[in-house]
């Protein structure tokens, strides 16, 4: 009897690995559930500056009436709702996101829970999240 040996090409591997890798890390260190299909994951940015933290998610056609903002810990959960519009036409084709959205994003250790505010302007709703006192950068001058 003959045995076959199957060989891996570690290089396919690699770039698989790393043309992956962005998507791979969001999914571990940001993503905190798995959601049921059928609910839309808005793309988002995080950011920061000395002072705070800036979490943007694309969310058009949203209304600030039809989102809902949570903190736990340190976890944001967005949801949010984008009904259909009536229309006198028939939709033969479309790439709109309608249903639920929803994202839950895992804040950095240093992020200060008491002072987060959010605002939503063309689609694009934005949270500013303070920075702990103790973590923000400080002068030390020479005496």
């Known amino acids: 009897m003959n045995k076959m040996r ?3 090409n570690q290089a396919i591997f690699s770039d698989v690995l790393i043309n992956n890798f962005g998507q791979i890390v969001n999914d571990m260190l940001s993503e905190t ?36 903002i949570n903190q736990e810990e340190h976890i ?6 984008r009904a259909t519009t009536a229309s006198n036409y028939t939709v033969l084709h ?6 639920k959205y929803a994202r839950e994003v895992r804040l950095p ?23 702990k006192e103790e973590s923000k950068p400080k002068s030390i001058s020479i005496t």
């Not at 944001?76 to 709702?81: D, M, N, V």
């Not at 959010?118 to 303070?130: C, I, P, R, S």
């Open 94 to 99: 479309s790439e709109f996101n309608h249903g």
């Open 6 to 8: 199957l060989k891996t």
């Open 109 to 131: 250790k240093n992020a200060s829970l008491d002072a987060i505010s959010a605002k939503l302007q063309d689609g694009l709703l934005t949270l500013f999240v303070q920075k």
């Open 33 to 68: 559930t798995n959601k049921p299909q059928g609910i839309y994951r808005p793309p988002f940015q995080l950011s920061e500056n000395d002072e705070q933290y800036m979490l943007q998610l694309s969310l058009p056609g949203v209304t600030k009436q039809n989102i809902s």
């Open 76 to 81: 944001i959960k967005i949801e949010a709702h």
